[in-house]
């Protein structure tokens, strides 16, 4: 049932495509260089190396030979190793940091001790 | 000689005097005095018709009738037509006052309480005596062998909390001694259920001296609902030295729920085993073995109530764990208990109106979180770890997940979820700020996916199954915020995802790069045909609510997706553009952009003047067909080469992926 629903559908989608007729638009996303998508993804792979799941927050852009690092870290010392993570795999580039320090009281509670073991 | 006959018949006149005196005197004028006596020692006003003493015997009997108990707000509160106390006197003689027996029968006590607060069992305040604390003596109780209790009711109608229990209550037995049994069995009513409950003590007498321990087992039965217990005690003010066994076998929650007259959701048939302990100042519960439908649960659970809020720490594995049975007993336990006490209040048709409006223009709730309601439930751990998990469109496998509670956190740690033959794993912790009546939380999560299967997560949730996949990725987000519309406003954090590995149906691919002669052809022979998905890649970061793809591709054999725009979070706006880069050459084949724009509740879908149609195409496309992978538009890099984020980022971003 939903098969033939989609079907319908994609029928109706594609019949309106072909009566609207086709023309070329401007594309409007650029698209990234691949020697700066190379080295951004290799920065990325470093950061995780690194830091873990922190490196999530943390935004990597390339432009000709600058390197920009922006995002959160949740402590200073983080943003040193993002910044010796990212420098170890981009040699020859400007690094420029603007990450921040995300200041906040959520410090785990882990581990606590009074936890029994289930007897099972 | 007639000095020693004179000698012993003043001692014997002496002694037996009294007896003689009291075995004859009137028996309303003792019952008087009596209580008068015991009306101004308990604050009750107590009514005695008449008190006969028997003292001629080594084993005097007093024996009271029609004795009538009220308290200072409500008549009532107890009714007895006999009472007997028979007294051991050479026992008596030997140390302390030693009853033989006492007897209690033809009576009821009542404990009736109207709507606004009165109530039978309240006596009169005493008079204070202002005694030093210190001066207090210890009273003495006298030893007691043996209480009988026959043909007394207990009714207990209270106005406020709604109960009806109408009981006969029988016991007897031994109290003083500590290897026989004192047995009371209570049968009747409670709240329109027939109820029957039985208890054996031991060493009644002992407790009460502090010199030995009680011991005690008994049992409920409540419809077909029955709870047994049978343990000991070392004292009965601190509880200390408590040790029990518990069984409960739950047929029938609703019944339960009508006699404790509580809202409990209406679980399956239910089976627990456990042991309850004492471990000063908490309360163990030990070697839990508990069946719910089809859910097996075992663990341990500490409790320690003398904290605020309570404490609990609890290591619990289920094993299988039927959530969907579970839920859909809560949900008919709603559905059946719709929340109470809720006027319905009429709007206006300008409310209406406005409501309407403001639904339509937003979609994350703005209401303000009731934390108190969370963080005054409990404090303290929870270790819960399941296998064999079954519920319904989420293929969840397993989870070993800790919660951690204080006053003002929630910190909770998904050490294992083993989600779609993947991984997951992450922590959430929210705090509440500024307390401690403020709403304010702040926020802190994090979670790393590890290989997660795509194609399943979409069979599961009933989604068009035409893509699939190995999904990993890593999400790190700060927030604060009274409401989940603030948080996601005041949001800071970062995410990418990668999927590899995978497949995606190829009339999508098809009419998503509007190839137009190929799609019709795969509508009119329609085909299973699959192309596989090289990469797709996410990379999403967000400063104060605004959300801007840096990347976001999905390369496919035909298609290559990419994406950039900016979803802000503060006002629900979106700004997107989305493109198809077809790759095959075909006669109609075009690229063009979509940009979807408009709110996150009302998105408007854009592209030039030439194709409004293949826009809604795709937009509809990304709805319908392929949400997950549609959300994921694709770059293209260096025209078909392999995409530099999914060969270097495949191995970090999830193992195995």
């Given amino acids: 049932?939903?098969?033939?629903?989609?079907?319908?559908?994609?029928?109706?989608?594609?019949?309106?495509?072909?009566?609207?007729?086709?023309?070329?638009?401007?594309?409007?996303?650029?698209?990234?260089?691949?020697?700066?998508?190379?080295?951004?993804a290799q920065i990325k792979r470093a950061l995780i190396d690194a830091l873990g799941v922190d490196a999530a927050a943390i935004q990597v852009k390339v432009e000709e030979e600058q390197i920009t690092l922006d995002g959160f870290v949740d402590s200073k010392d983080k943003i040193a190793t993002a910044t010796r993570a990212a420098s170890s795999v981009a040699q020859g580039y400007q690094l420029e940091n603007r990450l921040l320090v995300r200041e906040s009281n959520t410090q785990s509670s882990y581990p606590i001790p009074n936890i029994l073991y289930v007897n099972t | 000689m007639r000095?020693?006959?004179?000698?012993?018949?003043?001692?014997?006149?002496?002694?037996?005097?009294?007896?003689?005196?009291?075995?004859?005197?009137?028996?309303?004028?003792?019952?008087?005095?009596?209580?008068?006596?015991?009306?101004?020692?308990?604050?009750?006003?107590?009514?005695?018709?008449?008190?006969?003493?028997?003292?001629?015997?080594?084993?005097?009997?007093?024996?009271?009738?029609?004795?009538?108990?009220?308290?200072?707000?409500?008549?009532?509160?107890?009714s007895l037509a006999h009472v007997l106390i028979t007294l051991d006197i050479p026992a008596s003689l030997k140390g302390a006052l030693t009853v033989d027996r006492i007897e209690l029968a033809e009576g009821e006590v009542k404990f009736l309480r109207e709507a606004n607060g009165n109530n039978t069992w309240t006596g009169a305040e005493l008079p204070s005596k202002d005694v030093p604390s210190d001066k207090f003596e210890k009273i003495e109780l006298p030893t007691l062998r043996s209480l009988t209790v026959s043909d007394v009711g207990i009714l207990v109608v209270d106005e406020v909390s709604g109960h009806d229990v109408d009981l006969d209550l029988a016991a007897d037995g031994s109290v003083g001694v500590t290897d026989e049994q004192w047995t009371a069995k209570a049968t009747g009513n409670a709240n329109g259920t027939p109820v029957e409950g039985i208890?054996?003590?031991?060493?009644?007498?002992?407790?009460?001296?502090?010199?030995?321990?009680?011991?005690?087992?008994?049992?409920?039965?409540?419809?077909?609902?029955?709870?047994?217990?049978?343990?000991?005690?070392?004292?009965?003010?601190?509880?200390?030295?408590?040790?029990?066994?518990?069984?409960?076998?739950?047929?029938?929650?609703?019944?339960?729920?009508?006699?404790?007259?509580?809202?409990?959701?209406?679980?399956?048939?239910?089976?627990?085993?456990?042991?309850?302990?004492?471990?000063?100042?908490?309360?163990?519960?030990?070697n839990i073995d508990m069946v719910v439908g089809n859910s097996s649960v075992n663990g341990d659970v500490r409790v320690d109530l003398s904290t605020t809020p309570i404490s609990v720490y609890s290591n619990i594995l289920a094993a299988p764990l039927d959530i969907d049975q579970l839920m859909q007993s809560l949900y008919s336990s709603e559905a059946a208990n719709p929340v109470k006490n809720e006027p319905i209040e009429k709007q206006s048709a300008d409310e209406a109106g406005n409501e309407s409006t403001n639904e339509e223009d937003t979609l994350l709730p703005e209401e303000q979180f009731a934390l108190q309601e969370v963080f005054n439930i409990a404090q303290g751990a929870f270790d819960i770890r399941a296998d064999e998990i079954s519920i319904e469109n989420l293929p969840f496998d397993a989870?070993?997940?800790?919660?951690?509670?204080?006053?003002?956190?929630?910190?909770?740690?998904f050490k294992q979820v083993?989600?779609?033959?993947?991984?997951?794993?992450?922590?959430?912790?929210?705090?509440?700020?500024?307390?401690?009546?403020?709403?304010?939380?702040?926020?802190?999560?994090?979670?790393?996916?590890?290989?997660?299967?795509?194609?399943?997560?979409?069979?599961?949730?009933?989604?068009?199954?035409?893509?699939?996949?190995?999904?990993?990725?890593?999400?790190?987000?700060?927030?604060?915020?009274?409401?989940?519309?603030?948080?996601?406003?005041?949001?800071?954090?970062?995410?990418?995802?990668?999927?590899?590995?995978?497949?995606?149906?190829?009339?999508?691919?098809?009419?998503?790069?509007?190839?137009?002669?190929?799609?019709?052809?795969?509508?009119?022979?329609?085909s299973d045909e699959q192309t596989a998905v090289r990469c797709a890649y996410l990379d999403l970061h967000t400063k104060k609510g605004l959300s801007t793809i840096n990347n976001l591709?999905?390369?496919?054999?035909?298609?290559?997706?990419?994406?950039?725009?900016?979803?802000?979070?503060?006002?629900?706006?979106?700004?997107?553009?989305?493109?198809?880069?077809?790759?095959?050459?075909?006669?109609?084949?075009?690229?063009?952009?979509?940009?979807?724009?408009?709110?996150?509740?009302?998105?408007?879908?854009?592209?030039?003047?030439?194709?409004?149609?293949?826009?809604?195409?795709?937009?509809?496309?990304?709805?319908?067909?392929?949400?997950?992978?549609?959300?994921?538009?694709?770059?293209?890099?260096?025209?078909?080469?392999?995409?530099p984020y999914c060969n270097a980022l495949g191995g970090a971003l999830s193992d195995g992926l």
């Avoid at chain 1, 049932?1 to 989609?6: A, S, T, W």
């Avoid at chain 2, 003493?53 to 009220?70: E, R």
């Avoid at chain 2, 339960?256 to 000063?280: G, H």
Wanted: net charge negative; hydrophobic share 45%; with cysteine.
């Fill in chain 1, 1 to 40: 049932m939903v098969c033939k629903k989609r079907r319908v559908l994609v029928c109706g989608l594609v019949s309106g495509l072909l009566l609207s007729g086709c023309g070329n638009l401007t594309q409007r996303i650029e698209q990234t260089e691949p020697t700066a998508a190379f080295v951004e």
């Fill in chain 2, 3 to 78: 000095h020693i006959r004179n000698t012993i018949l003043i001692i014997l006149c002496v002694v037996m005097l009294p007896i003689v005196i009291v075995r004859f005197l009137p028996e309303h004028w003792v019952a008087t005095q009596v209580s008068r006596l015991l009306t101004d020692m308990t604050g009750y006003n107590v009514d005695i018709d008449a008190i006969g003493i028997n003292t001629l015997s080594f084993h005097p009997t007093v024996k009271a009738s029609q004795i009538v108990v009220n308290g200072s707000q409500l008549e009532g509160f107890l």
């Fill in chain 2, 199 to 286: 208890l054996s003590l031991a060493g009644i007498q002992e407790i009460v001296a502090g010199s030995d321990s009680l011991k005690f087992n008994g049992s409920l039965a409540a419809g077909v609902n029955n709870i047994k217990l049978d343990g000991g005690i070392d004292d009965a003010n601190t509880l200390d030295g408590l040790n029990a066994n518990i069984s409960l076998t739950l047929d029938d929650w609703q019944t339960l729920s009508s006699v404790s007259k509580i809202d409990l959701p209406a679980l399956p048939a239910t089976q627990l085993a456990t042991r309850l302990t004492r471990e000063a100042p908490q309360f163990l519960l030990s």
């Fill in chain 2, 399 to 413: 989870f070993d997940i800790s919660i951690a509670m204080d006053p003002d956190k929630l910190d909770v740690e």
């Fill in chain 2, 418 to 526: 083993e989600l779609a033959d993947g991984a997951v794993k992450g922590s959430m912790i929210v705090v509440q700020a500024g307390k401690p009546t403020s709403s304010n939380v702040e926020l802190q999560a994090e979670l790393e996916l590890s290989a997660l299967n795509v194609a399943r997560i979409l069979r599961e949730a009933d989604l068009p199954n035409d893509a699939g996949g190995k999904l990993g990725g890593k999400l790190k987000y700060w927030s604060k915020g009274s409401s989940v519309a603030e948080l996601a406003a005041e949001l800071d954090g970062g995410m990418f995802l990668l999927m590899a590995g995978g497949f995606i149906d190829l009339n999508m691919v098809e009419i998503a790069g509007l190839d137009l002669f190929q799609a019709m052809g795969d509508l009119i022979t329609p």
């Fill in chain 2, 553 to 643: 591709i999905i390369d496919t054999v035909d298609t290559v997706f990419l994406a950039e725009g900016r979803v802000d979070l503060s006002n629900e706006t979106l700004d997107i553009v989305l493109e198809p880069h077809p790759k095959d050459v075909s006669l109609l084949a075009s690229r063009t952009s979509v940009s979807i724009g408009g709110t996150m509740a009302n998105p408007d879908f854009g592209v030039g003047a030439a194709l409004p149609v293949r826009a809604v195409a795709i937009a509809l496309l990304s709805q319908l067909a392929t949400p997950a992978l549609a959300l994921l538009p694709l770059i293209e890099i260096g025209g078909g080469q392999p995409a």
